[in-house]
């Protein structure tokens, strides 16, 4: 995977975090890495966005957790994860070996639960930085933190306060304005923005007159079909924002990823796709390179779109 | 998960070196009654790999996620893995219309299948309706190393069973029972078990959830409890321990889910929670 000449595929992310090429695996797409490692799928990575971790294991939500829509699916798995003693004692040291910057991705339900996840793993070889998740509900006020500016806020600010690490926040798209909760993670101190996690969403069984997935029915929507609004939301965060955006939502392919950088994206993540084909960040990277040689590119910014000629066009 | 499942799962993936993502070509499309079809496809190395009670992730194209499917079996001089398979939905029917020489994507050996007798004895298969499907190719495996083999089939009607002329030669018995009665007297699989289960060294089960709940029951407090394995389904997002969308219920306060991808599809029944099991929908919507 030689790349032209003079073009420099590499995508810097903060506190001297540089990612070698611009795809990365998003998280809960991806499990740590181990059974892609098995399967030979991550050398060519430009990093890894481990699964969801919180302070205790999370045995996860009861099945059925998984419902095929068109062109996406829905997802209701409900964190299930080892806890973080366990990442910290098994899953890092393997990562310290790998050629790719592992990101741990951080859930909790309260601050404390989020600083004490990323305490715990500050500073482990292996540990090459931090996602928060902030679409998980806070138990103190029930609404999720990603959805109200000064929850993400302090809860980006005290994470910050705990690692000198890259800190990437990852937004939730179930919001008025994605910009406003994004300017506020950014003062807080985030190093980058992911954007975005799943959609709300719903699959309804006519037979059974129910939701098809348990509990209230209600699961997170991924896949291409939420391109689309995804594009949307980078696009606008790129007007905002100052710090990088790792775009994320329905990447499949090269011309998906590029599409991202052209929205506004510095990188790019690919999640859904990669429980078909367990070799598609390989391609989509493969397709990248091949399309910056092709067009001649310096650099991933010359995609860039530089905003609408006018005001008032949003 | 527990934290000692957790553990166990951090050892590692390396189960997952054996599988092989392939294009393949089908070979032979056998059109059963009733929308089932038995059908091919050319993968030598992955016959070469294929155990009973594995499975494939099928992939028809972009459209869709990859859907799982028991191997029938594998022939490793023919260079063929099958699938016995019902049309039930748009991945199957769009299966169904394969022709010889169209591709698709093969993901697999997968999963963790049936345990294989260290020595000669006998094993009961038992099936219901589509739960055939992992038989052939378990029996195949048993009968080459001298286990006498009864073979005992299940479905609704005549229609719905494995077709008899594709059975394995060499069975010790076999007996089908449709619950119309159409067919041998009307039963259901559970309600045609031989008397005496003491007799067989290893009990096999595949077919719907109340069913393989049902014969748990019957099983549970003789001795035949604890050599009885089961295949089940879960739905399915990868099949290689990713999405964590495959889970199945353990019996133990706390104990949490295995994932059917990895630690199953074959589990010891004893190790599963029936009571939810039980409960849980047919199929995926
Ligand atoms: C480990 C494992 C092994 C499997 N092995 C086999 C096998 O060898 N042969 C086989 O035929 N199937 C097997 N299955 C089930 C098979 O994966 C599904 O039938 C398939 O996913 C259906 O896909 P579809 O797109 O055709 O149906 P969908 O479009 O996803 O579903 C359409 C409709 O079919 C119904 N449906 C889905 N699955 C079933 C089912 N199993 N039985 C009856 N109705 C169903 C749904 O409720 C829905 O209403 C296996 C499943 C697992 C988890
Ligand atoms: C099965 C599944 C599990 C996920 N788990 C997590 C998670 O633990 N933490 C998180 O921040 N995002 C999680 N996500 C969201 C993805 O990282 C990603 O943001 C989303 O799926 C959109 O990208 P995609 O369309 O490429 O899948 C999960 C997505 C799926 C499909
Ligand atoms: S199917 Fe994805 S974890 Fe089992």
Same mark, same amino acid.
Not at chain 2, 12 to 17: D, K, M, N, R, V
Not at chain 2, 193 to 199: F, G, I, N, T, Y
């Given at each position: 995977m030689s790349s032209p000449p003079d073009f420099d595929p590499s995508v810097p992310i903060g506190r001297g975090l540089v990612l070698r090429n611009p795809v990365a695996v998003a998280s809960g797409t991806f499990g740590f890495g181990l059974e892609a490692e098995a399967m030979g799928? %991550?050398? #060519?990575?430009g990093a890894i966005f481990s699964k969801g971790t919180t302070v205790e294991p999370r045995p996860g939500n009861?099945?059925?957790?998984i419902a095929e829509t068109s062109s996406g699916m829905l997802n209701s798995?409900?964190?299930q994860n080892p806890g973080v003693e366990l990442v910290a004692r098994e899953y890092a040291p393997r990562w310290a070996d790998w050629p790719v910057p592992v990101l741990v991705n951080v859930a909790g339900a309260s601050v404390e639960e989020y600083v004490r996840v990323v305490s715990r793993l500050d500073?482990?070889?292996?540990?090459a930085g931090f996602e928060l998740?902030?679409?998980?509900?806070? %138990?103190? #006020?029930?609404?999720?933190?990603?959805?109200e500016p000064g929850a993400a806020a302090r809860c980006t600010a005290a994470a910050r306060a705990a690692t000198e690490l890259p800190l990437v926040v990852k937004l939730s798209p179930?919001?008025?304005?994605?910009a406003e909760i994004g300017h506020a993670v950014e003062d807080a101190g985030a190093d980058a923005v992911s954007a975005v996690n799943t959609y709300l969403g719903m699959k309804i069984s006519l037979r059974r007159r129910?939701?098809?997935?348990?509990?209230?029915?209600t699961a997170g929507l991924s896949g291409p079909a939420i391109k689309p609004m995804a594009l949307a939301a980078v696009a606008r965060l790129r007007r905002v924002l100052t710090i990088p955006i790792l775009g994320i939502g329905g990447v499949a392919s090269a011309e998906d990823a590029l599409e991202y950088l052209v929205a506004g994206a510095d990188a790019v993540q690919v999640g859904t796709a990669n429980f078909s084909d367990p070799s598609a960040s390989r391609k989509v990277l493969e397709g990248c390179l091949e399309f910056a040689r092709s067009q001649g590119l310096g650099r991933w910014s010359d995609l860039r779109w530089r905003g609408p000629e006018e005001a008032g066009t949003a | 998960m527990t934290v000692a499942q957790a553990e166990a799962a951090a050892l590692?993936?390396?189960?997952?070196?054996r599988a092989l993502d392939l294009e393949a070509e089908c070979t032979r499309l056998l059109a059963l009654e009733e929308d089932l079809f038995e059908v091919s496809f050319w993968a030598p190395e992955m016959a070469r790999r294929a155990r009973p009670g594995e499975f494939a992730q099928i992939w028809t194209g972009p459209d869709h996620l990859r859907r799982p499917f028991s191997f029938s079996r594998a022939d490793p001089e023919r260079g063929t893995v099958s699938f016995y398979i019902g049309a039930v939905g748009r991945v199957t029917r769009r299966l169904r219309r394969l022709r010889e020489g169209e591709p698709v994507r093969l993901l697999g050996p997968l999963g963790r299948g049936f345990s294989l007798p260290q020595e000669p004895g006998r094993s009961l298969l038992l099936a219901g309706g589509l739960g055939a499907a992992p038989f052939p190719l378990l029996a195949d495996w048993l009968l080459g190393r001298g286990e006498a083999v009864v073979w005992l089939n299940g479905a609704r009607?005549?229609?719905?069973?494995?077709?008899?002329?594709?059975l394995p030669p060499g069975l010790a018995a076999r007996s089908q029972v449709t619950e119309d009665g159409?067919?041998?007297?009307?039963?259901?699989v559970t309600e045609a078990?031989?008397?005496?289960?003491?007799?067989?060294?290893r009990v096999y089960a595949c077919g719907p959830n109340p069913m393989l709940a049902a014969l748990w029951e019957r099983l549970?407090?003789?001795?035949?409890a604890g050599r009885l394995e089961v295949s089940i389904e879960a739905p399915m997002g990868?099949?290689?321990?990713?999405?964590?969308?495959c889970a199945v219920p353990l019996p133990s306060e706390g104990a949490g889910y295995a994932l059917c991808c990895r630690q199953g599809?074959?589990?010891?029944?004893?190790?599963?929670d029936w009571e939810r099991l039980r409960r849980q929908p047919a199929h995926l919507e």
């Open positions: 799928q %991550i050398d #060519h990575l009861r099945p059925p957790r798995i409900g964190l500073r482990l070889p292996g540990v998740n902030i679409s998980c509900p806070n %138990i103190a #006020h029930g609404l999720d933190f990603g959805t179930n919001v008025t304005d994605i129910r939701p098809v997935l348990p509990g209230a029915g | 590692g993936a390396s189960e997952l070196e009607s005549p229609a719905q069973l494995y077709p008899p002329e594709l159409s067919l041998g007297r009307a039963a259901r078990l031989p008397a005496e289960l003491s007799q067989f060294h549970s407090s003789g001795s035949a990868c099949g290689f321990g990713t999405c964590l969308g599809p074959v589990f010891p029944a004893g190790s599963l």
